[in-house]
């Protein structure tokens, strides 16, 4: 009864302050599990047929001839806007109590990002944006340790902040930009460009977590094919938090290691020769859309090398997340075979790095290529209601015993959304790994389509698995949350 006093009845009340003034707000994402862009409340949600559908970007208007290069080839589409400047972002708002051991306020963030865009001379257009987050949890917490409060607080960040232009048959973009090659819904495989903010794990929409990159990036379409070259001088990468944060992703690697102290990134220098490029070629056969990359970059995702430094004539463990040199090879596939929707990724990475939970290596890490796939259907269901699911499988050429977390072998997904009345949808996303003793991920949800622009969510993260899991490793962050979102 106590647990649920201190997270039921605050939810409630902070729910009924959203709905008393949510009647200036517009409706959000209806799939922010998957970053899936919205359909209206009273129509049911059509199937994603691009990747401006499935990652919420702002689809161009229909052609009344023949389709776009961007439309045939189901790219993002390079919007002709007028001189005058427009803007438009959203609000998202969230609530989360972690109620096992012990139970905490985890989140009461706000984010308010802006956007804006335009055209700054004939034929050269420009996209400026920024998102602040603020969150109270971490203003003066006795849970969270102090360097967690000063990372988590307030955060100021630019994201796509980039021009526009043509010349003849090429497109070319510079600036902080979204670099999406990925096919499947939901997950990372193919989407090798991204860097991510992992501080919540991979619980936010997409529009939240993935981090943009500073690129030119130049695009070139034949008659059937299109090709894609990309060049980062100055690469990001993923945000981990600080060490105490609620999802650092440390795991088993410190144990047995009483003293370890955890180092801040080591993320590499901003040089010509650490900067990160790439090239992608897809095109249309008989209704597939295949595509094929190759991406030479330093890893996106930090591994914890380990460190034996002498303190006072006491040997200290230290744990520094450093940043390999790694290339990364691929496919993705497309098709609609009108029973379903079927996608599909391959990835081959050559030089990651993994840490292990033995003390037997020098630095605690090995370094290993693998290979990963994942197929996705899209299942044709009844109107009001969508199925989505994916069978995937790593591969870790070499000895994979103590490489922590677990995340080789066979794995699943399924994601199912039914409207029950014409403004209440049911969620629910599962994640099971099917090689590593129940290893998953459950998150119910409950979107409330308030307005015709709001969404208000009430929903459960479920954690479960062995410690040293990809999902188990967070057994103890079990969370109920309300969420509000607002586009304009």
């Not at 706000?110 to 956007?115: A, F, K, M, V």
């Not at 991204?194 to 034949?222: C, H, K, M, N, T």
Request: aromatic share 14%; charged share 25%.
């Amino acid at each position: 009864m106590n647990w649920m006093m201190r997270t039921i009845v605050p939810a409630l009340l902070w729910t009924a302050f959203c709905a008393a003034h949510v009647d200036a707000f517009a409706q959000a994402s209806r799939d922010e599990l998957f970053g899936v862009s919205p359909a209206k409340p009273e129509t049911p949600p059509p199937e994603p047929r691009s990747r401006d559908e499935l990652f919420g970007t702002p689809p161009a208007p229909p052609a009344e001839s023949q389709p776009s290069r961007g439309e045939l080839f189901g790219l993002e589409e390079k919007e002709e806007p007028a001189r005058a400047f427009r803007w438009g972002g959203f609000y998202n708002g969230q609530l989360a109590y972690t109620h096992s051991h012990p139970g905490h306020w985890s989140r009461a963030v706000s984010r308010l990002q802006l956007e804006g865009r335009g055209e700054l001379v004939p034929g050269v257009r420009y996209v400026v944006s920024a998102r602040a987050d603020i969150d109270p949890v971490y203003f003066d917490s006795n849970f969270y340790p102090g360097r967690v409060q000063d990372d988590q607080d307030f955060e100021f960040m630019l994201r796509e902040n980039y021009l526009d232009f043509s010349a003849g048959d090429w497109e070319f973009r510079l600036g902080r930009q979204h670099i999406i090659w990925g096919e499947v819904v939901g997950l990372f495989f193919a989407d090798v460009v991204s860097a991510r903010d992992q501080r919540d794990f991979i619980l936010p929409s997409f529009d939240v977590i993935r981090i943009p990159q500073w690129a030119a990036r130049a695009e070139y379409f034949g008659n059937d094919w299109h090709a894609e070259l990309v060049w980062i001088p100055y690469q990001s990468y993923d945000e981990i938090g600080r060490p105490g944060a609620e999802f650092y992703p440390a795991g088993l690697i410190a144990d047995d290691i009483p003293d370890a102290v955890f180092a801040s990134d080591d993320r590499p220098a901003r040089n010509v020769s650490n900067s990160a490029w790439g090239v992608r070629v897809n095109t249309l056969v008989d209704g597939w859309d295949l595509a094929a990359f190759y991406y030479r970059s330093h890893s996106a995702t930090p591994t914890f090398h380990r460190d034996i430094v002498p303190v006072n004539g006491t040997p200290i463990a230290v744990f520094t997340p450093r940043h390999a040199r790694i290339w990364q090879a691929g496919a993705t596939l497309s098709k609609d075979l009108g029973a379903f929707v079927l996608r599909g990724e391959a990835v081959y990475t050559d030089g990651q790095r993994y840490s292990v939970d033995t003390l037997d290596d020098a630095d605690g890490v090995v370094k290993r290529n693998s290979f990963d796939y994942i197929l996705g259907f899209d299942i044709a269901v009844p109107a009001d209601m969508r199925l989505n699911i994916q069978v995937f499988h790593r591969h870790i050429f070499g000895d994979a015993d103590h490489i922590v977390p677990k995340s080789d072998g066979f794995g699943a997904s399924v994601w199912i959304s039914h409207k029950i009345t014409p403004v209440l949808e049911p969620q629910l996303l599962w994640i099971q790994s099917l090689s590593h003793g129940g290893d998953r991920m459950l998150r119910p949800r409950l979107n409330w389509y308030v307005t015709q622009n709001a969404t208000l969510a009430f929903g459960v993260d479920i954690f479960a698995g062995p410690d040293d899991g990809f999902f188990g490793r967070y057994n103890n962050r079990d969370r109920v949350y309300a969420e509000l979102r607002y586009d304009f």
